[in-house]
């Protein structure tokens, strides 16, 4: 009933969830807001908010099937539950949770992309709760979250398993961080702009309302409603980001256009790089495209570029790697150039030879060789190192419509 995900997968997963468990936590204002997950015939808690009054431990164990746990009814009956009071309740006043006085309970299912479950997102309290509507539907969009994020691990998995390129795990850490903020914060200003809203509603109609009380209420509200459309906004531009990036798992042939499907790759690039101070520079027009199979588009600028920021920088302070794309005749012509130490002239006719590495001691290696099979093969176009200039590498390549 369960399936495995890959620790380094599963540890990115708890520093991320924990945050938004920790905003949800204060938004309830509950003492326990829980990620559980099926791992064999046992649920166990995988993240957790980390509030003092939280009494459950992360990695903590029950066998699954006939536990009796909530958590147990959501995931078989792949249905919402709130429970008010387990207490006043035959169905679940002799439930496990009510050891640690947690009588309150609201979760959802959480799936897998393929519909699998994964586990479950759940509050708790230790007193009685009535429902609140506004509650249930934050839950449910922190649920489709947490969905889409799996969904995206799914392919990256899959990718990675295929070995189409190495760095997707990197990008997709970093825009999931990047999502992680304006959401939180967006959410937060929502929920602090209804409670405020709640109580001005309440107070004109008992004609309790105050001058003073609706302009408190109209100095606090503007920047909940500007922070909330800045964040948006944000989160707007990386979905958009996203999309451009999910194109490129594909290993269909699809209409490419460049100048986004490359400034997405440097995006990625920079997240990656920037500690190592490489500047990346694009110059694609707007309007071209290229008919052609992404992925592996990507895995061969990838793998150039890789070498560059690998071997190209020995004592060069300013780096800089360029990526340009043009119409050739009725082909693209695309090329990947650095500002580094070159490659000597007399060995440069041997880049692409699986030979190469043991020649120069890993200065260049068996990925140039994949490179070019990949750029004949299956782009079947053709790469080259282009003439030397006075400092840096060019390598070119052009590369036809595919059918």
Not at 69 to 82: Q, S, T
Not at 157 to 172: A, F
């Amino acid at each position: 009933m369960s399936r495995s995900l890959s620790l380094d997968y599963s540890a990115l997963l708890i520093e991320q969830w924990s945050q938004t468990l920790n905003l949800l936590a204060d938004i309830l204002d509950m003492p326990a807001v829980l990620i559980m997950k099926l791992d064999g015939e046992h649920i166990k808690v995988f993240a957790k908010s980390e509030g003092q009054q939280n009494p459950y431990r992360v990695g903590e164990a029950e066998v699954f099937d006939g536990s009796g746990l909530y958590c147990e009814h959501v995931i078989k009956n792949r249905e919402m539950l709130e429970v008010n009071n387990a207490l006043k309740d035959p169905h679940w006043d002799a439930n496990p949770d009510i050891k640690l006085n947690m009588i309150y309970y609201l979760g959802l299912p959480l799936n897998y992309s393929d519909g699998q479950p994964f586990g479950t997102i759940c509050a708790l309290d230790n007193h009685e709760r009535p429902t609140e509507k506004k509650f249930q539907k934050l839950l449910l969009h922190i649920k489709n979250t947490l969905e889409d994020q799996l969904k995206a691990y799914d392919i990256q998995q899959q990718v990675i398993e295929h070995k189409s390129q190495s760095h997707v795990e990197n990008l997709i850490r970093g825009m999931a961080h990047e999502l992680n903020t304006p959401a939180g914060i967006a959410i937060t200003s929502a929920t602090t702009l209804s409670s405020m809203l709640d109580v001005l509603t309440q107070k004109f109609h008992q004609q309790t309302l105050s001058k003073h009380q609706f302009l408190d209420f109209e100095e606090k509200a503007s920047p909940c409603l500007a922070l909330i459309s800045t964040n948006l906004e944000k989160i707007s531009k990386l979905v958009e980001r996203f999309k451009d990036l999910s194109m490129q798992f594909s290993m269909d042939v699809s209409n490419i256009r460049l100048e986004r499907f490359l400034k997405a790759l440097c995006e990625g690039f920079n997240h990656i790089y920037g500690k190592q101070q490489v500047n990346f520079r694009l110059n694609a027009p707007d309007k071209l495209t290229l008919h052609s199979i992404p992925v592996l588009l990507q895995t061969v600028i990838t793998e150039l570029v890789e070498n560059a920021v690998e071997h190209a920088f020995e004592n060069t302070k300013v780096r800089r790697i360029d990526i340009d794309a043009e119409r050739f005749h009725h082909r693209i012509l695309l090329r990947v150039s650095d500002n580094g130490i070159g490659i000597k002239h007399n060995i440069s006719g041997d880049v692409f030879s699986p030979c190469f590495a043991r020649k120069q001691a890993g200065r260049f290696g068996l990925g140039l060789c994949v490179v070019n099979k990949i750029v004949q093969m299956q782009l079947k176009g053709n790469i080259k190192l282009a003439a030397q200039r006075q400092e840096g590498t060019v390598f070119e390549m052009v590369l036809p419509d595919l059918a």
